[in-house]
């Protein structure tokens, strides 16, 4: 099998996550990174023994030999940075949340399909073991018409105002950075809701630290999400049927065993894997580049624009609006 | 010690139970019931061992060797009830959710006061230890500050459509069935709140099966609590704060203790005690009825009538209206 040849663009937390998953995958190899100092990309090479280090994501981007790039930049720069990669006619995996709002994300996805090419949300999670027996439990109905969704998703951000978690310049706040995580397991299950309520705690540099999400769909069904910046949570999702429940125990987004609660009896399904399980998305998107594909029907783009939008509406909901956002009729550096 | 003597109004199997605890408790007596036929009454009364047995509510109101009365029919008759019981100068231990709405409250706390007898919701969790507990740690800051609440409440109700449980003209719905433990327990926490949110499912008989309630505090505080007769739910309750979280396992409103997550570790706290749990709101009764006291303040009428206010807007945002309830101007038997 010929190796498909990886290049990741940003020398992050989550970018060296990914590197370190590579380096341990058949049919992969790491070829290049790219970093916006030459520095930085030496010492990310050095440390995950990838032989081409750039100083410039634009350098990464013109590789001739890279197949396809890990855009793992913070979110307030994968419109530009895919884009980038797109123009170059490399695939692209793009970290979630997958842009500042829906506009960027229709024009990426519009740019892969004009030039031909993969593109994908990593939305790591959703290809994990755990998430594929759920989905074949519910398909079964084993507890009867889901009714409920409940997940919490949150930690203490320990941060000043000027980190990136905080900064509205880069797309701060709760919603982009952790609520996109049960945001995207509602629409797994449910897709798109019909109805949208929610309460949002936005802090002293005006993005959400805090919000509980309500989702509604038809007959009845409705999600309560959890997405905080401030408070730990049990990290934990429930599935609410009218034959019982299924909880995903903690961490519900990565965990390896699913609990089947019916009948008063609570049965332990272990769905175990080895690794950090970013695997699972390198795979299938090796698998469907090989295959020709431009996206993956786990995780399709219509689906990251519509979990896009609503983001968008939960954010019209609050007033809160991202300076570096793109907005109907601007033209950008990115777009040529 | 003499002996408080007990009344219980209606011989339904939230009467059975609170009869049941009261046989065994120091200090009560379990003197008479009444019921809307005396064959009920009569069956009531040999099974419980109750001396005294009346074929009317009036006939028990009216038994002038009865000192508090236990008022255990449909929240729906709880207005009418009360007033029945107070105006023939009995002390009253009333059910929740304790009326149709907070103008009925409002008019049987008034009652109460002008009569000069004690009056309570028997709101019974929120006397348990583990309740208690709790208010102490939260007291003493030990996950620091509360920023989300998470509750969830829920059975599959499987009853047709005229089943207390759904029929409106008897306050049918999750709401005040089920939804009144996570409300009345947020409020215990937290008092009233300032913003309401809600998602709900009406059913055929029109009233809310199922809803997922938003509540919302100064400084970004927030509830999630959901409330169905659709489903089984996990059955706990999360405090999240900004050092750690407590989780009262299912099913929490009468849990034997108290998780602590803080700092990576989870701590079990053990609450104990023997018997059903409802021996604590009976005791708080007579301990306030021989103090002289006209309210507990572990559960005071002013919040039971806020709680009844936050129902109302709930409902006043789904358009669920009860046939029966009292509106402003009206003037109903029960006032004479």
Redesign the interface.
């Given at each position: 099998m010929e190796k498909i040849r990886w290049g990741i663009l940003s020398t992050g937390r989550i970018a060296g996550r990914l590197a370190d998953t590579l380096r341990s995958l058949e049919g992969a190899e790491l070829l290049a990174v790219g970093s916006r100092s030459l520095e930085a990309a030496e010492a990310f090479g050095e440390e995950y023994a990838i032989p081409r280090r750039y100083g410039s994501y634009e350098e990464l981007a013109a590789d001739p030999d890279v197949d396809v790039i890990y855009v793992a930049s913070p979110h307030s720069h994968h419109y530009a940075h895919t884009l980038l990669c797109l123009e170059h006619s490399k695939h692209v995996l793009c970290e979630k949340s997958f842009a500042h709002n829906a506009l960027e994300a229709r024009r990426m996805a519009e740019k892969a399909r004009e030039k031909g090419l993969f593109l994908m949300e990593a939305m790591w999670t959703r290809f994990l073991p755990h998430m594929v027996r759920l989905r074949e439990l519910l398909a079964q109905k084993v507890i009867?018409e889901v009714?409920?969704i409940?997940v919490?998703m949150?930690f203490?951000a320990q941060v000043g105002p000027e980190h990136r978690l905080l900064n509205p310049e880069l797309a701060g706040g709760a919603l982009l950075d952790v609520g996109v995580y049960p945001l995207s397991f509602t629409s797994m299950l449910w897709g798109k809701p019909e109805?949208l309520?929610?309460?949002?705690?936005l802090?002293p540099t005006g993005v959400d630290?805090?919000a509980?999400l309500?989702l509604?769909y038809r007959?009845?069904r409705?999600a309560?999400l959890?997405s905080?910046l401030?408070?730990?949570?049990?990290m934990a999702a429930?599935l609410?049927?009218?034959?019982?429940?299924v909880?995903i125990p903690n961490p519900w987004y990565r965990a390896k065993r699913l609990v089947l609660?019916k009948d008063g009896q609570a049965k332990t399904l272990e769905c175990p894997y080895e690794g950090h399980g970013d695997q699972f998305q390198a795979i299938e998107t090796m698998n469907c580049i090989r295959a020709g594909k431009l996206e993956s029907e786990v995780m399709p783009l219509a689906e990251t624009i519509a979990i896009m939008e609503v983001m968008d509406a939960f954010r019209a909901q609050w007033g809160l609006r991202y300076p570096g956002e793109l907005v109907e009729g601007q033209r950008t550096a990115g777009e040529g």
């Amino acid at each position: 099998m010929e190796k498909i040849r990886w290049g990741i663009l940003s020398t992050g937390r989550i970018a060296g996550r990914l590197a370190d998953t590579l380096r341990s995958l058949e049919g992969a190899e790491l070829l290049a990174v790219g970093s916006r100092s030459l520095e930085a990309a030496e010492a990310f090479g050095e440390e995950y023994a990838i032989p081409r280090r750039y100083g410039s994501y634009e350098e990464l981007a013109a590789d001739p030999d890279v197949d396809v790039i890990y855009v793992a930049s913070p979110h307030s720069h994968h419109y530009a940075h895919t884009l980038l990669c797109l123009e170059h006619s490399k695939h692209v995996l793009c970290e979630k949340s997958f842009a500042h709002n829906a506009l960027e994300a229709r024009r990426m996805a519009e740019k892969a399909r004009e030039k031909g090419l993969f593109l994908m949300e990593a939305m790591w999670t959703r290809f994990l073991p755990h998430m594929v027996r759920l989905r074949e439990l519910l398909a079964q109905k084993v507890i009867g018409e889901v009714r409920v969704i409940q997940v919490s998703m949150g930690f203490r951000a320990q941060v000043g105002p000027e980190h990136r978690l905080l900064n509205p310049e880069l797309a701060g706040g709760a919603l982009l950075d952790v609520g996109v995580y049960p945001l995207s397991f509602t629409s797994m299950l449910w897709g798109k809701p019909e109805r949208l309520d929610s309460q949002a705690y936005l802090g002293p540099t005006g993005v959400d630290e805090q919000a509980v999400l309500l989702l509604g769909y038809r007959d009845g069904r409705m999600a309560a999400l959890v997405s905080s910046l401030h408070t730990p949570t049990n990290m934990a999702a429930y599935l609410y049927g009218t034959e019982g429940y299924v909880e995903i125990p903690n961490p519900w987004y990565r965990a390896k065993r699913l609990v089947l609660h019916k009948d008063g009896q609570a049965k332990t399904l272990e769905c175990p894997y080895e690794g950090h399980g970013d695997q699972f998305q390198a795979i299938e998107t090796m698998n469907c580049i090989r295959a020709g594909k431009l996206e993956s029907e786990v995780m399709p783009l219509a689906e990251t624009i519509a979990i896009m939008e609503v983001m968008d509406a939960f954010r019209a909901q609050w007033g809160l609006r991202y300076p570096g956002e793109l907005v109907e009729g601007q033209r950008t550096a990115g777009e040529g």
